[in-house]
């Protein structure tokens, strides 16, 4: 069974840069496009970035506005978010989730496994 662990989030100030990682287990990781989500409290869950198995196909959502990095090590079985310049707005908990897709879904739906979630919080 597919396990997915995140750590990296905390608190950070306003312009400030954390990197999230996702430790991948129980499978191949090259099996897998991944991804990553984020929900605010009483807001759904949206997308946030994701990469093929091979890191050459790379989405992320409109907000991230190169602000955020996503990548991946093959031979270490685990995926990062690089986020910089974060606001306020970025406060949330982040999940990486892994899909059986070639290419790397949006929709959340498109994802296999999910994470438990780290806290990103930003302080104004």
């Known amino acids: 069974q597919v396990r997915l662990v995140e750590s990296g989030g905390g608190l950070v100030q306003t312009g400030g840069s954390l990197r999230l990682s996702c430790a991948f287990s129980g499978g191949s990781f090259t099996n897998y496009a991944m991804g990553w989500f984020r929900q605010a409290p009483g807001k759904e869950r949206e997308f946030v970035s994701a990469?093929?198995?091979?890191?050459?196909?790379?989405r992320h959502a409109d907000f991230v506005k190169g602000r955020f990095t996503i990548s991946r090590d093959n031979a270490k079985s685990t995926e990062y978010l690089h986020m910089a310049n974060l606001s306020p707005e970025d406060t949330a908990v982040y999940y990486c989730?892994?899909?059986?897709?070639?290419?790397?879904?949006?929709?959340?739906?498109?994802?296999?496994?999910w994470g438990q979630g780290t806290q990103v919080t930003v302080s104004s």
């Open positions: 990469i093929d198995w091979s890191g050459s196909n790379i």
């Open positions: 989730a892994a899909s059986h897709a070639v290419i790397p879904p949006v929709p959340a739906r498109g994802y296999d496994f």
